[in-house]
């Protein structure tokens, strides 16, 4: 499958991340550039926020960490999610839509014996709306991460 040496390979969000886009260039032909990304403490069920109108995606640190006891684990939680929300950031609104076209990029990528396969079905994919992340506060310690987003040289847009 396309992507599963490259993502053994993957080390930073930055690295899933340009992960994600090439999986989602594969199977819809669509990019987009311009994003940041933030680590901020959300409620468990919630994997990450995309405030809409903006260029963030909020990723669940404590989620995450969670999730960080093993390295597989740890990639296939932050692929499926991340996934997610850039096609949310792409314009793809309607969740039961954005979870069909999440599992169906990871199959065509990964396959259905992998990881990340498993994790694009099992979620979490919880909603959190635009008020309950306001209220979340200073609690969120929200973080940029560094380098997250890349122009590959050479790429054509
Ligand atoms: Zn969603």
Do not use: Q
Not at 80 to 92: A, K, V
Not at 109 to 120: E, I, K, L, Y
Not at 128 to 157: C, H, K, Q, T, W
């Amino acid at each position: 499958m396309l992507l599963i040496n490259e993502l053994e390979r993957a080390k930073s969000y930055g690295d899933i991340f340009s992960l994600v886009k090439k999986a989602v260039k594969n199977t819809l032909k669509e990019h987009r550039v311009g994003l940041m990304l933030y680590l901020g403490n959300l409620p468990m069920n919630v994997g990450a926020f995309h405030p809409m109108g903006t260029n963030d995606i909020v990723l669940n640190r404590k989620l995450l960490k969670a999730a960080a006891d093993t390295r597989t684990k740890w990639k296939a939680y932050a692929f499926s999610i991340l996934l997610h929300e850039y096609l949310h950031t792409l314009g793809y609104m309607d969740e039961r839509r954005v979870r069909g076209l999440t599992y169906r990029i990871c199959m065509d990528n990964f396959g259905s014996d992998h990881p990340v396969t498993d994790a694009s079905v099992s979620g979490p994919w919880v909603n959190l709306n635009p008020e309950a992340f306001e209220s979340i506060g200073e609690e969120m310690e929200l973080e940029r991460v560094r380098d997250f987003e890349r122009i590959e040289s050479g790429y054509i847009i």
